[in-house]
Protein backbone atom coordinates (compact mmCIF):
# COMPACT_ATOMS: atom_id res chain seq x y z
CA UNK A 1 0.00 0.00 0.00
CA UNK A 2 1.13 3.40 -0.26
CA UNK A 3 0.42 7.12 1.40
CA UNK A 4 1.51 10.12 0.25
CA UNK A 5 1.67 12.70 2.82
CA UNK A 6 1.53 16.66 1.69
CA UNK A 7 2.78 18.55 4.52
CA UNK A 8 4.88 21.26 4.90
CA UNK A 9 7.11 20.08 7.23
CA UNK A 10 8.78 16.26 5.62
CA UNK A 11 11.12 16.26 8.36
CA UNK A 12 8.88 15.57 10.99
CA UNK A 13 8.52 12.20 9.73
CA UNK A 14 12.23 10.82 9.58
CA UNK A 15 12.05 9.73 13.17
CA UNK A 16 8.99 7.43 12.70
CA UNK A 17 9.95 6.07 9.52
CA UNK A 18 13.39 4.70 10.34
CA UNK A 19 13.04 4.44 14.67
CA UNK A 20 11.20 1.57 16.61
CA UNK A 21 9.65 -2.01 15.38
CA UNK A 22 7.13 -0.40 13.09
CA UNK A 23 10.20 0.99 11.03
CA UNK A 24 10.27 -2.22 9.60
CA UNK A 25 6.91 -2.24 7.56
CA UNK A 26 8.36 1.30 6.17
CA UNK A 27 11.84 -0.01 5.35
CA UNK A 28 10.41 -3.22 3.51
CA UNK A 29 7.74 -0.79 1.50
CA UNK A 30 4.99 -3.05 3.05
CA UNK A 31 3.97 0.87 3.70
CA UNK A 32 4.90 2.68 0.72
CA UNK A 33 4.96 6.14 2.63
CA UNK A 34 5.87 9.02 0.20
CA UNK A 35 6.52 12.29 1.43
CA UNK A 36 5.51 15.50 -0.59
CA UNK A 37 6.47 18.69 0.48
CA UNK A 38 3.23 21.46 -0.46
CA UNK A 39 5.90 24.83 -0.73
CA UNK A 40 7.27 22.75 -3.83
CA UNK A 41 3.70 23.38 -5.72
CA UNK A 42 3.38 27.03 -4.75
CA UNK A 43 3.76 30.08 -7.17
CA UNK A 44 6.42 33.17 -6.62
CA UNK A 45 9.40 33.67 -4.93
CA UNK A 46 8.35 32.89 -1.33
CA UNK A 47 6.40 30.15 -2.32
CA UNK A 48 3.16 31.38 -0.71
CA UNK A 49 0.56 28.69 0.18
CA UNK A 50 -1.34 30.66 2.62
CA UNK A 51 -2.95 33.82 2.84
CA UNK A 52 -5.66 36.16 4.73
CA UNK A 53 -9.01 34.57 5.00
CA UNK A 54 -12.13 36.44 3.34
CA UNK A 55 -14.81 37.95 5.45
CA UNK A 56 -11.23 38.59 8.07
CA UNK A 57 -10.74 36.70 11.43
CA UNK A 58 -7.67 35.61 12.66
CA UNK A 59 -4.80 33.45 11.08
CA UNK A 60 -4.55 32.09 7.93
CA UNK A 61 -5.75 30.06 5.54
CA UNK A 62 -3.80 27.30 3.40
CA UNK A 63 -4.62 27.93 -0.64
CA UNK A 64 -6.24 25.58 -2.74
CA UNK A 65 -3.95 25.78 -5.24
CA UNK A 66 -0.77 24.57 -4.41
CA UNK A 67 -2.69 21.75 -2.81
CA UNK A 68 -4.32 21.34 -6.29
CA UNK A 69 -0.95 21.40 -8.16
CA UNK A 70 0.54 18.62 -5.48
CA UNK A 71 -2.79 16.46 -5.96
CA UNK A 72 -2.32 16.56 -9.61
CA UNK A 73 1.28 15.34 -9.14
CA UNK A 74 0.37 12.59 -7.12
CA UNK A 75 -2.21 10.95 -9.31
CA UNK A 76 -0.42 11.19 -12.18
CA UNK A 77 2.22 9.23 -10.23
CA UNK A 78 0.72 6.92 -8.98
CA UNK A 79 -2.61 6.67 -11.67
CA UNK A 80 -4.89 5.31 -9.37
CA UNK A 81 -8.01 7.24 -7.69
CA UNK A 82 -7.01 6.96 -4.20
CA UNK A 83 -9.00 8.48 -1.47
CA UNK A 84 -7.78 11.83 0.13
CA UNK A 85 -7.94 11.93 3.14
CA UNK A 86 -7.79 15.20 5.54
CA UNK A 87 -6.88 15.49 9.12
CA UNK A 88 -9.38 17.91 10.71
CA UNK A 89 -11.06 18.11 13.68
CA UNK A 90 -14.52 17.82 12.22
CA UNK A 91 -13.75 14.35 10.84
CA UNK A 92 -14.63 11.07 12.03
CA UNK A 93 -12.06 10.18 15.22
CA UNK A 94 -9.61 7.34 14.57
CA UNK A 95 -10.37 4.60 16.05
CA UNK A 96 -9.42 0.61 15.28
CA UNK A 97 -12.04 -0.39 12.80
CA UNK A 98 -10.63 2.45 10.80
CA UNK A 99 -7.12 1.87 11.34
CA UNK A 100 -7.87 -2.09 10.39
CA UNK A 101 -9.63 -0.64 6.73
CA UNK A 102 -6.43 1.15 5.90
CA UNK A 103 -4.03 -1.33 6.90
CA UNK A 104 -5.36 -3.31 3.82
CA UNK A 105 -6.36 -0.77 1.89
CA UNK A 106 -4.22 0.23 -1.48
CA UNK A 107 -3.71 3.63 0.61
CA UNK A 108 -4.63 7.16 0.02
CA UNK A 109 -3.31 10.80 -0.11
CA UNK A 110 -3.20 12.02 3.20
CA UNK A 111 -3.10 16.12 3.52
CA UNK A 112 -1.81 17.50 6.68
CA UNK A 113 -3.42 21.08 6.99
CA UNK A 114 -1.88 23.85 8.88
CA UNK A 115 -2.59 27.49 10.42
CA UNK A 116 -6.85 27.97 10.50
CA UNK A 117 -7.55 25.14 8.10
CA UNK A 118 -7.47 24.78 4.27
CA UNK A 119 -9.44 26.61 1.36
CA UNK A 120 -13.28 25.07 1.87
CA UNK A 121 -13.23 24.67 -1.82
CA UNK A 122 -10.41 22.28 -2.46
CA UNK A 123 -12.19 20.04 0.32
CA UNK A 124 -15.50 20.46 -1.24
CA UNK A 125 -13.96 19.33 -4.82
CA UNK A 126 -11.03 16.57 -3.73
CA UNK A 127 -11.42 15.38 -0.14
CA UNK A 128 -13.13 12.22 0.50
CA UNK A 129 -12.94 11.44 3.68
CA UNK A 130 -11.64 13.63 7.07
CA UNK A 131 -9.93 12.44 10.40
CA UNK A 132 -9.53 13.36 13.68
CA UNK A 133 -7.46 12.67 16.68
CA UNK A 134 -10.34 13.92 19.43
CA UNK A 135 -12.08 16.63 20.50
CA UNK A 136 -8.73 19.37 21.11
CA UNK A 137 -7.51 21.02 18.15
CA UNK A 138 -3.63 20.82 17.03
CA UNK A 139 -0.86 22.75 15.26
CA UNK A 140 -1.41 20.82 12.20
CA UNK A 141 -2.35 17.28 10.56
CA UNK A 142 1.68 15.78 10.64
CA UNK A 143 1.12 14.30 14.31
CA UNK A 144 -2.74 12.56 13.35
CA UNK A 145 -0.71 11.24 9.77
CA UNK A 146 2.12 9.90 11.95
CA UNK A 147 -0.11 8.37 14.63
CA UNK A 148 -2.60 6.69 11.40
CA UNK A 149 0.68 5.17 9.44
CA UNK A 150 2.07 4.00 12.98
CA UNK A 151 -1.01 1.98 14.08
CA UNK A 152 -1.39 1.19 10.34
CA UNK A 153 1.90 -0.21 9.64
CA UNK A 154 1.91 -2.73 13.06
CA UNK A 155 -0.75 -4.68 11.69
CA UNK A 156 1.20 -5.58 8.26
CA UNK A 157 2.66 -8.99 8.70
CA UNK A 158 5.83 -9.55 10.69
CA UNK A 159 6.38 -6.22 11.15
CA UNK A 160 5.56 -6.89 15.66
CA UNK A 161 7.44 -10.06 15.39
CA UNK A 162 4.59 -12.56 17.13
CA UNK A 163 2.15 -12.51 14.75
CA UNK A 164 -0.15 -12.53 17.80
CA UNK A 165 0.73 -9.38 19.23
CA UNK A 166 -1.76 -6.71 17.56
CA UNK A 167 -4.72 -9.52 18.64
CA UNK A 168 -4.19 -8.85 21.81
CA UNK A 169 -4.82 -4.60 21.61
CA UNK A 170 -7.16 -2.80 22.97
CA UNK A 171 -10.38 -2.33 21.12
CA UNK A 172 -8.98 -5.53 18.87
CA UNK A 173 -12.10 -7.72 17.54
CA UNK A 174 -10.16 -10.61 18.81
CA UNK A 175 -10.81 -9.32 22.50
CA UNK A 176 -14.50 -8.42 21.88
CA UNK A 177 -13.53 -4.57 21.67
CA UNK A 178 -12.61 -4.56 25.10
CA UNK A 179 -9.53 -2.52 26.71
CA UNK A 180 -6.59 -4.86 27.39
CA UNK A 181 -5.54 -6.12 30.92
CA UNK A 182 -2.57 -5.14 32.85
CA UNK A 183 0.92 -6.91 32.06
CA UNK A 184 3.63 -7.84 34.62
CA UNK A 185 7.26 -8.51 34.03
CA UNK A 186 10.36 -9.51 36.11
CA UNK A 187 10.79 -8.93 39.01
CA UNK A 188 8.18 -10.88 40.94
CA UNK A 189 7.91 -8.35 43.66
CA UNK A 190 8.75 -4.35 42.87
CA UNK A 191 8.83 -2.13 45.97
CA UNK A 192 6.70 -4.31 48.13
CA UNK A 193 4.29 -5.29 45.03
CA UNK A 194 3.57 -8.14 43.53
CA UNK A 195 2.52 -9.77 41.05
CA UNK A 196 -1.10 -11.57 40.79
CA UNK A 197 -0.58 -15.19 41.95
CA UNK A 198 -2.49 -16.40 39.36
CA UNK A 199 -0.10 -15.44 36.72
CA UNK A 200 2.90 -17.43 38.16
CA UNK A 201 0.61 -20.85 38.62
CA UNK A 202 1.21 -21.78 35.22
CA UNK A 203 -2.81 -22.86 35.07
CA UNK A 204 -3.44 -21.05 31.33
CA UNK A 205 -7.40 -22.09 32.18
CA UNK A 206 -7.21 -19.77 35.16
CA UNK A 207 -4.81 -17.06 33.41
CA UNK A 208 -6.94 -16.44 30.61
CA UNK A 209 -10.28 -16.39 33.07
CA UNK A 210 -8.06 -14.18 35.20
CA UNK A 211 -7.31 -11.85 31.98
CA UNK A 212 -10.95 -11.82 30.59
CA UNK A 213 -12.22 -11.14 34.10
CA UNK A 214 -9.31 -8.20 34.27
CA UNK A 215 -10.58 -6.47 30.61
CA UNK A 216 -14.47 -6.57 31.98
CA UNK A 217 -13.15 -5.18 34.82
CA UNK A 218 -11.21 -2.13 33.03
CA UNK A 219 -13.57 -1.63 30.49
CA UNK A 220 -16.66 -1.45 32.63
CA UNK A 221 -14.90 1.19 34.77
CA UNK A 222 -13.23 3.07 32.01
CA UNK A 223 -15.04 3.09 28.51
CA UNK A 224 -18.22 1.37 29.54
CA UNK A 225 -20.17 2.11 26.18
CA UNK A 226 -17.53 -0.41 25.43
CA UNK A 227 -19.52 -3.09 27.27
CA UNK A 228 -22.59 -2.27 25.54
CA UNK A 229 -21.36 -3.09 22.35
CA UNK A 230 -20.14 -6.04 22.89
CA UNK A 231 -23.31 -6.92 24.70
CA UNK A 232 -24.92 -5.99 21.65
CA UNK A 233 -22.79 -8.03 19.79
CA UNK A 234 -23.60 -11.04 21.48
CA UNK A 235 -19.43 -11.26 22.87
CA UNK A 236 -20.19 -11.45 26.50
CA UNK A 237 -21.76 -14.76 27.97
CA UNK A 238 -23.67 -15.57 31.15
CA UNK A 239 -20.53 -15.54 33.19
CA UNK A 240 -19.00 -12.34 31.90
CA UNK A 241 -22.49 -10.73 32.77
CA UNK A 242 -22.19 -12.35 36.06
CA UNK A 243 -18.70 -10.84 36.80
CA UNK A 244 -20.40 -7.06 35.78
CA UNK A 245 -23.36 -7.76 37.86
CA UNK A 246 -21.26 -7.49 40.97
CA UNK A 247 -19.65 -4.55 39.37
CA UNK A 248 -22.94 -2.71 39.70
CA UNK A 249 -22.24 -3.16 43.86
CA UNK A 250 -18.73 -3.27 44.40
CA UNK A 251 -15.91 -1.29 42.02
CA UNK A 252 -12.22 -2.40 42.56
CA UNK A 253 -9.79 0.35 42.61
CA UNK A 254 -8.23 1.56 39.81
CA UNK A 255 -5.06 -0.45 39.11
Not at 32 to 42: C, E, G, S
Not at 235 to 247: G, I, Q
Request: aromatic share 8%; net charge negative; proline share 6%.
Amino acid sequence: MRFDVVTLFPELFAPMLHTGITRRAFESGQVNVQLRKLRDFAQGNYRRVDDRPFGGGPGMVMMAEPLSQCLSAIRNERQDDAPVVLFSPVGKPLNHAMVTHWATSKGAVLICGRYEGIDQRFIDTHVTEQISLGDFVLSGGEIVAMALLDAVARLQPGVLGDADSHAQDSFNPALDGLLDCPHYTRPEVWQGQAVPDVLLSGHHVNIERWRRNQRLSLTQRLRPELIEQARSAGHLDKTDEALLSSYNHWLPDPL
